[in-house]
């Protein structure tokens, strides 16, 4: 491994560790309500869309009430988003005259949107509109973020108030998190990404007379403001169909650490956001350094893997699907915090990685999205497993568990194992059954256990919500349109449901004094629990099936054994 | 039903503000900024544009450096990668086909093969190849356009001056243009004329 590469990793964690806890406390005031350097500049807006959206954003809502306002919420953005793919061919915006997307795809595409998955089985080049890519899907990017913060804020309320009946107020809590973080976040990026090279406007593609004498199309349209906001939000869908390996959507290494960088931004922050509204900040940082080992572990496994020859093709290192601009160590580095976040945006080929590069991948993904994670969602995930965590420390003690000073019990247990079988299930049973299936095994790339790694990576990369996939994968077909987008909706939301539950039965509690027996939560000791509890889960659920997949082609791969 | 009234307001408002005028925002101050780059990065000769600077196009003739393969021949629309993973027998004969074009073209012995040159891009656009990748073309160049040595040497400086080193000497990777390459080499060859 060059020397260089290792300068360039520790650049990019060193902006996001100076970046993080920074983005994160401001965070905090603005979700506490307090004022901020850019209320001046902003604050209009905010009360703008309390008065056009009738919200009273004193009204402090339980947690069923939440639920429902982000129900419904969720549920209309699908409806506009489905409903815009279907008649796309007789709106404004569409200066390729491209066609309506037909209803699967578009059911498709809306789930994924709406759940922050961004899973994509459409080019967006040559299947959506501009009035689509922005009036649809960039709005989603927007609001399906702000929906994962709004259920952490809940959460951080849960754990902070005491003897409360209530969570917070959800439209306040999404206003908040577009007007004050995503928006002004997404225009510095995307205005920093068009002085790199990436295109926004309104024009159709140009038709270039190459200087062999061929022609060649090149896509435009209002791509930059798109890319900064699904980078941010942990979103990930491409404006182009080679999403940012492409050199229009990702041009320089330059855009490349931006856009890299803006993935794991939200993430890591709001874990230091959750530390000050629960005022426990020496628990955020254990828990930002665990995020932080589990995702180093990953990241170095993945560089050793790519930088081994692989001897079926003979390359001393593995540049198939990847640009020569990043080079490898842009690439993994990228692969791997895509996966840990539930971004899903990449810039190489995740199909062509190595065997056990895309295993690291691939259990990223299936971790459950907690290593960093999504937006909010990522928090939220991993708080779960702390609350398991704490729960099997008290078990081993033989004493009641508590979290903050609050009492977990046997209904909060109940909604955290919920929330982390229901992916995991979802996962298996959907790789499991797809593989019987011929009408799923036709849309196979690849043969062998690279073939049975695409199937498990889709399901996982739906249940969990990260929208990358092992491309070769034809999922553009009614089988995988409606699986998927059944495993996008259980992923996201029999978590989500959960967490506001337990946010409303933990509000509800007093606060215990501390004593003797508590069990610490900030202290190296848990960190080594939780992360012990996470890899555990992880591993006895998915064992099985990674070696099956990643696993045994790493070793076919060295036997130098072809499908 | 409050709940669903509000949420359907709320929804409308902020399809407006962030898919109407934060779109429409960016795109006005991208044209204003960085027109060229916010219109695809275009290299135009007359009016007639000839491809992007930042987008690969494909060349096949011995007479100016090749791109890397593409999974789609430098189609840019519509687009789709190989996706072929590491044990697929697919990639493996190729890879091999890729090796063999490359080796059968003349050039420099004893000059290793650039592995790029056998790996198809992520994006099948990729505008980049390595500065050995380059090098390793100049023989054949030179034998197609029949060059003597000076203008051998000549290319092998045209090579030198468009290596786009790291960003800040460590983001990225060491990398030439191929299409500005090709279009320097056909002044130079006018120049000498």
């Known amino acids: 491994m060059p020397s260089g590469d290792l300068i360039q990793i520790l650049i990019y964690f060193g902006a ?95 789930v994924s949107f709406m759940t922050n998955t961004n899973w994509q089985s459409y080019a967006g080049e040559t299947t959506m509109s501009y009035g689509t890519q922005m009036l649809a899907l960039t709005v989603q990017n927007f609001v399906s973020a702000a929906t994962g913060i709004a259920v952490l804020l809940a959460l951080a309320r849960g754990v902070a108030r005491k003897t409360s009946a209530t969570i917070g107020n959800f439209w306040t809590d999404l206003t908040r998190s577009v ?24 024009s159709p593609a140009v038709t270039v007379n190459t200087v062999e004498g061929g022609t060649q199309q090149i896509p435009l349209g209002p791509a930059a403001s798109q890319i900064a906001i699904k980078q941010l939000g942990t979103n990930g869908g491409g404006y182009f169909n080679a999403n940012s390996a492409h050199p229009l959507e990702n041009p320089t290494p330059v855009s490349n650490f931006l856009e890299m960088l803006a993935i794991l931004l939200l993430p890591a922050a709001l874990v230091f956001t959750y530390g000050r509204m629960v005022t426990a900040r020496r628990h955020a940082w254990i828990i930002a350094g665990v995020m932080l080992i589990l995702l180093l572990a990953g990241l170095a496994g993945s560089l050793i893997a790519e930088y081994q020859r692989n001897p079926i093709l003979g390359d001393p290192v593995n540049l198939e699907g990847k640009e020569t601009r990043f080079g490898i160590v842009n690439s993994v580095l990228w692969s791997v915090v895509t996966t840990a976040a539930s971004n899903g945006s ?11 590069a ?17 937006v909010g969602a990522g928090m939220y995930g991993m ?59 036709a849309s196979l790339a690849n043969a062998g256990p690279h073939g049975l790694t695409e199937l498990l990576y889709a399901y996982s990369s739906a249940a969990g919500n990260n929208g990358s996939a092992f491309a070769g994968l034809n999922a553009n077909t009614p089988f995988f349109s409606i699986t998927l987008a059944l495993s996008m909706l259980l992923g996201r939301f029999v978590v989500i449901l959960p967490c506001l539950a337990i946010a409303g039965s ?23 629990l939780l992360i012990g509890t996470i890899l555990i889960v992880g591993a006895l659920t998915f064992f099985p099936a990674l070696c099956l997949g990643p696993v045994v082609e790493h070793f076919l791969m060295g036997l130098g054994r072809t499908f | 039903m409050q709940s669903f009234k509000t949420a359907l307001k709320v929804l409308l408002v902020m399809t407006v503000l962030t898919g109407i005028i934060y779109p429409l925002m960016i795109t006005g101050v991208a044209q204003l900024l960085f027109p060229g780059k916010a219109n695809g990065s275009l290299l135009l000769r007359g009016d007639q544009a000839i491809g992007s600077t930042l987008v690969g196009q494909n060349f096949s003739s011995p007479r100016y450096f090749w791109p890397r393969p593409s999974a789609t021949n430098y189609s840019a629309m519509p687009f789709g990668a190989g996706n072929l993973g590491p044990t697929s027998q697919q990639l493996r004969t190729l890879t091999d086909a890729r090796r063999a074009r490359m080796q059968q073209s003349p050039h420099e012995p004893g000059r290793p093969l650039p592995w790029d040159m056998a790996s198809a891009s992520g994006s099948g656009l990729d505008p980049d190849i390595s500065p050995e990748a380059a090098q390793y073309q100049v023989a054949r160049i030179a034998m197609a356009r ?22 800040f000497g460590v983001l990225g990777e060491p990398r030439v243009n191929v299409l500005a390459l090709n279009l320097a080499l056909d002044s130079l060859v006018a120049e000498r004329k």
């Open chain 1, 179 to 202: 007007v004050y973080v995503l928006l002004p976040l997404a225009i510095v990026l995307a205005v920093a990404l068009v002085g790199e090279g990436v295109v926004q406007n309104l």
């Open chain 2, 146 to 167: 029949s060059f003597d040595s000076l203008a051998v040497s000549g290319v092998m400086e045209l090579i030198r001056t468009h290596t786009t080193a790291p960003t």
């Open chain 1, 16 to 110: 996001l560790a100076v970046l993080a806890p920074l983005l994160g406390f401001y965070m905090a005031r603005v979700f506490e309500g307090k004022k901020t350097f850019l209320h001046p500049a902003l604050s209009w807006i905010e009360t703008t869309v309390y008065r056009l959206g009738g919200v009273d954003p004193k009204a402090e809502m339980r947690w069923r009430q939440y639920a429902w306002a982000l129900v419904w919420f969720n549920l209309l953005g699908f409806l506009l988003v489905f409903v815009l793919q279907l008649v796309q061919k007789w709106l404004p915006l569409n200066p390729q005259g491209l066609g309506n997307v037909p209803w699967d795809l578009a059911l498709n595409t809306a």
């Open chain 1, 346 to 356: 990449v810039n190489a080929m995740q199909a062509s990685l190595s065997p056990l």
């Open chain 1, 358 to 374: 895309g295993g690291v991948a691939l259990f990223n993904i299936m971790l459950g999205e907690i290593v960093f994670g999504g």
């Open chain 1, 506 to 528: 933990l509000a509800a509690k007093k606060v215990s004094a501390k004593t003797a027996g508590t069990f610490e939560t900030d202290t190296t000791l848990f960190a080594v």
């Open chain 1, 383 to 441: 708080l779960l497993h702390v609350l398991l965590t704490v729960f099997l420390a008290g078990l081993m003690v033989g004493r009641t568990p508590e979290y903050l000073g609050k009492k977990i019990e046997a209904r909060e247990i109940q909604m955290v194992i919920i929330a982390i079988l229901a992916p995991s299930a979802v996962i298996l049973v959907g790789s499991g059954v797809a593989c019987v299936l011929p009408v799923a095994l």
